[in-house]
């Protein structure tokens, strides 16, 4: 195996995501900035590489962090204690919130009402980062989405048909509603395996665990697709990424959103996704 020299990588690392800041122009003087944690190594990332900027750029920004707890037995905890301990580590103070606490049931409870679980799994979180974001006064909400994840959404809009989706692309969103937290993509950038690497070989204790539900997604598939060609043929991740970067228009399309009859929460038709998905749960588990 090539020996990687640590303090080469991790200066590769750093000015990817430095580099990605800067271009797209993610963190603004007065920002104030919740990173989405999973606890899993993208978002672990994400919190090095947002709190190690804080201190070597000239803009002055403040960190915070939400852990959504989605209720997932034997997979859930591990990701809370990993963002509690790095938090920790880095002194950004930690929301973490739960599906339980805000709806009355765990995501286990109603995994089975779906096809795939991965489908109320990301409205209710969604959901519950832009509310928790809203009200602790962020400016933008920081994810851990990888080189990897965007080409995988990007393929999935045309599985899909929906290339409306192609709004919700690149580094940086704009805000759309006062009451919307815009979401920017640090690791945008970042090839996922790189991302992998850095927690090897800065020993970072990370839950590198699957979530038991992922198989049922359309996203495991393409991963494993995109996974298998790149074995096949090298850099054809990168060529995807590319000729996505040229297409790519930062243009987002003009929706007019309203407040949600039932929680107050902007959406784009009331009631929202979320509670419109409540009440259709509340009927399947009566
Ligand atoms: S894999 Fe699916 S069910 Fe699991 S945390 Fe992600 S979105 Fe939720
Ligand atoms: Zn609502």
Same mark, same amino acid.
């Given at each position: 195996? *090539?020996?990687?020299?640590?303090?080469?990588?991790? @200066?590769?690392?750093?000015?990817?995501?430095?580099? =990605?800041?800067?271009?797209?122009?993610?963190?603004?003087?007065?920002?104030?900035?919740? &990173?989405?944690? $999973?606890?899993?190594?993208? $978002?672990?990332?994400?919190?090095?590489?947002?709190?190690?900027?804080?201190?070597?750029? !000239?803009? +002055?920004?403040?960190?915070?962090?939400?852990?959504?707890?989605?209720?997932?037995?034997?997979?859930?905890? !591990?990701?809370?204690?990993?963002?509690?301990?790095? =938090? @920790? @580590?880095? %002194?950004? /103070?930690?929301?973490?919130?739960?599906?339980?606490?805000?709806?009355?049931?765990?995501?286990?409870?109603?995994?089975?009402?779906?096809?795939? =679980?991965? *489908?109320?799994? %990301?409205?209710?979180?969604?959901?519950?980062?832009?509310?928790?974001?809203?009200?602790?006064? #962020?400016? @933008?909400?920081?994810? %851990?989405?990888?080189?990897?994840?965007?080409?995988? $959404?990007?393929? *999935?809009?045309?599985?899909?048909? !929906?290339? +409306?989706?192609?709004?919700?692309?690149? /580094?940086?969103?704009?805000?759309?509603?006062?009451?919307?937290?815009?979401? &920017?993509?640090?690791?945008?950038?970042? /090839?996922?395996?790189?991302?992998?690497?850095?927690?090897?070989?800065?020993?970072?204790?990370?839950? !590198?665990?699957?979530? /038991?539900?992922?198989?049922?997604?359309?996203? #495991?598939?393409?991963?494993?697709?995109? +996974?298998?060609?790149?074995?096949?043929?090298?850099?054809?991740?990168?060529? &995807?990424?590319?000729?996505?970067?040229?297409?790519? =228009?930062?243009?987002?399309?003009?929706?007019?959103?309203?407040?949600?009859?039932?929680?107050?929460?902007?959406?784009?038709? $009331?009631?929202? +996704?979320?509670?419109?998905?409540?009440?259709?749960?509340?009927?399947?588990?009566?």
């Amino acid at each position: 195996m *090539m020996k990687i020299d640590k303090d080469e990588f991790n @200066k590769y690392v750093e000015d990817n995501v430095f580099n =990605t800041i800067s271009e797209y122009n993610l963190i603004e003087d007065g920002d104030n900035i919740m &990173i989405g944690v $999973s606890g899993g190594k993208d $978002s672990i990332l994400t919190l090095n590489m947002l709190h190690s900027y804080q201190q070597k750029s !000239d803009i +002055n920004f403040t960190l915070k962090a939400v852990c959504i707890d989605e209720g997932i037995a034997g997979y859930r905890n !591990d990701g809370i204690k990993s963002a509690k301990e790095n =938090t @920790k @580590k880095l %002194g950004i /103070p930690l929301i973490v919130h739960s599906f339980k606490d805000t709806w009355g049931y765990d995501l286990d409870e109603i995994s089975d009402l779906y096809k795939s =679980t991965c *489908m109320p799994c %990301g409205v209710y979180r969604r959901y519950l980062l832009n509310k928790i974001s809203d009200e602790q006064g #962020a400016d @933008k909400i920081a994810t %851990g989405h990888n080189l990897d994840d965007e080409i995988q $959404s990007f393929l *999935m809009t045309f599985a899909r048909n !929906d290339q +409306n989706k192609f709004s919700k692309f690149g /580094p940086k969103l704009k805000r759309i509603h006062p009451k919307m937290t815009p979401r &920017i993509k640090p690791l945008w950038q970042l /090839p996922e395996k790189d991302v992998g690497l850095w927690c090897v070989i800065n020993d970072i204790e990370i839950h !590198d665990m699957e979530c /038991p539900y992922s198989q049922t997604s359309l996203r #495991a598939d393409i991963k494993m697709f995109l +996974n298998m060609l790149e074995e096949e043929k090298k850099g054809i991740k990168q060529n &995807i990424f590319n000729s996505f970067k040229k297409t790519f =228009t930062q243009k987002q399309s003009e929706v007019e959103l309203c407040m949600c009859e039932i929680c107050n929460q902007a959406t784009a038709q $009331s009631p929202c +996704n979320a509670c419109r998905m409540t009440d259709e749960i509340k009927k399947m588990l009566s």
